[in-house]
């Protein structure tokens, strides 16, 4: 099947692409398989799977993809530490996980088990009794935990009305939930996606409350060590935002990716929505010479 070739700049118009999703091989609700359906059925080309912190799901969505006629990027969402900030960091790999990357997967498995016992420490004392078990059953699986299975926990318990509410009481940057500590610091997460052949794409970076300078100062540690994108669009966010985010971009010579981050169907963040990207002279990461083929390579 002929597969819908990519634009070589970003011109405004809609895209068929959406490089940041999470699959139940982490905190999502969908198995890798329908997720790629998902994304199938609402018209995207091009997709990557980005769980966090594992690839264990790739095998699987890379088969749906074939199926599907999708071109699939394997890819991660490695959690680092910033400053006393957690950071997420995108690995887009063409080549799968290899070198560093592979004992570097192994050491955030381990620190999401040993941040899962800490964190349901903490919430129990906030009056989340059997917090580790009840963030395993909101899991429904064997996988390492994150961040959102405790807060279903929270809403299920009834201590918290929504997700949203347990972040930004509990779990959230700087709340009792929020353990940074077992991460490994930006630069070598970083260095892990570059050792496996990958392009290091540092993950919506306006969600993390920074002023416009300590952005710029993320972002200048990020291309310091080697990293060479960042999310210029992330679901849903105003175009003058963008616009200067673009902006700061350019001036550290940084491509520019876009994601949904979908997790979960049912809410308004599903496969391939978001904002349009406005006309920017920030290249698309599609273009990096390490990615340039998907652009124009159809599936099997």
């Avoid at 918290?160 to 500590?181: E, Q, R, S």
Wanted: hydrophobic fraction near 45%; include cysteine; glycine fraction near 10%.
């Amino acid at each position: 099947m002929p597969m819908t070739a990519l634009p070589l700049r970003f011109e405004g118009e809609p895209i068929t692409i959406d490089l940041h999703m999470h699959s139940t091989a982490s905190d999502g609700t969908l198995p890798p398989a329908e997720v790629v359906a998902l994304c199938r059925a609402r018209g995207l080309s091009h997709m990557a799977l980005t769980d966090h912190d594992t690839m264990d799901g790739i095998a699987k969505a890379q088969a749906a993809a074939s199926r599907e006629g999708i071109q699939l990027i394997p890819g991660t969402e490695l959690s680092t530490q910033w400053r006393g900030c957690n950071i997420h960091v995108v690995g887009l790999l063409p080549e799968g996980p290899r070198g560093a990357l592979v004992p570097g997967l192994v050491a955030q498995a381990e620190a999401r088990e040993q941040r899962s016992w800490r964190i349901a420490e903490r919430l129990e004392k906030v009056g989340l009794s059997d917090a580790l078990a009840r963030a395993r059953e909101q899991a429904g699986s064997a996988r390492p935990l994150g961040r959102p299975d405790f807060a279903r926990a929270l809403v299920a318990a009834g201590l918290v009305p929504d997700i949203g509410t347990a972040f930004k009481k509990h779990l959230g940057n700087g709340k009792a939930g929020d353990i940074k500590a077992h991460w490994p610091f930006l630069s070598a997460a970083v260095a892990w996606i570059l050792d496996a052949g990958g392009v290091a794409v540092l993950a919506h970076p306006l969600r993390h409350g920074l002023t416009r300078r300590k952005r710029g100062l993320l972002l200048d540690d990020f291309a310091a060590a080697g990293g060479q994108a960042a999310e210029l669009v992330s679901g849903f966010q105003n175009p003058d935002v963008t616009r200067d985010l673009a902006r700061q971009l350019q001036e550290r010579d940084l491509y520019g990716s876009v994601g949904s981050d979908f997790h979960f169907p049912g809410g308004h963040l599903a496969p391939g929505s978001m904002s349009p990207v406005p006309r920017t002279a920030t290249p698309p990461v599609w273009i990096h010479p390490l990615l340039a083929g998907i652009a124009s390579t159809a599936a099997a």
